[in-house]
Antibody
């Protein structure tokens, strides 16, 4: 079954870090780049960037440089999003989505809540 | 990167036709894609390459393109079509989403 399964919800304090995982199955992981998309509460979809699953080269959208890091472990077909120095405004659902220019395959989303 | 502009909301009665537009300067050169998102769920692709429909998407969903505007049309709207709809486009530098349109079925 072709799917992306993300890690569970996280509750973090401001200043902490979080690492979200996205495990692919049912297809060749390195055949498609992986996107990351943020959705703040009550807001729209925001493209964060993507990572080339062959080379590991990430591309970050404007506004997602510095504290955001995309990485891979191709041995377990998993992509990761790490956010450091968390702020309250990072509270959102984070999605991974397989790239084909369009995003036909999405993970179920991971809610990251940042609160003291 | 460029911007895609959608109306915040569209309302239609059941059985009527809903049209949701998406405007952007790059659209004459780039394909557009459409997603449906219901509360608490991940987005679902409903149209790709301006007008192609993925398998499993009902025939009442269609897409068209004219100049700098693409349009998602839902014919014979049903209550279950009430959702947020997002357009998306792509170029070599990345992907961009429109702001989203809330479709209300009256």
């Amino acid at each position: 079954q072709v799917q992306l399964v993300q890690s569970g919800s996280e509750l973090k304090k401001p200043g902490a870090s979080v690492k979200v995982s996205c495990k692919a199955s049912g297809y060749t992981f390195t055949s498609y780049a992986m996107n990351w998309v943020r959705q703040a509460p009550g807001q729209g979809l925001e493209w964060m960037g993507w990572i080339n699953t062959n080379t590991g080269n990430p591309t970050y959208a404007q506004g997602f440089t510095g504290r955001f890091v995309f990485s891979l472990d191709t041995s377990v077909s998993t992509a990761y999003l790490q956010i450091s120095s968390l702020k309250a405004e990072d509270t959102a659902v984070y999605y991974c989505a397989r790239d084909q220019q369009w995003l036909a395959l999405w993970g179920q989303g991971t809610l990251v809540t940042v609160s003291s | 990167s460029y911007e895609l502009t959608q109306p915040p909301s569209v309302s239609v009665s059941p059985g009527q036709t809903a049209r949701i537009t998406c405007s952007g300067d790059a659209l004459p050169k780039q394909y557009a894609y459409w997603y449906q998102q219901k509360p608490g769920q991940a987005p679902v692709l409903v149209i790709y390459k301006d007008s192609e429909r993925p398998s499993g998407i009902p025939e009442r969903f269609s897409g068209s393109s004219s100049g700098t505007t693409v349009t998602l049309t839902i014919s014979g709207v049903q209550a279950e079509d009430e959702a947020d709809y997002y357009c998306q486009s792509a170029d070599s530098s990345g992907r961009v989403f429109g702001g989203g349109t809330k479709l209300t079925v009256l």
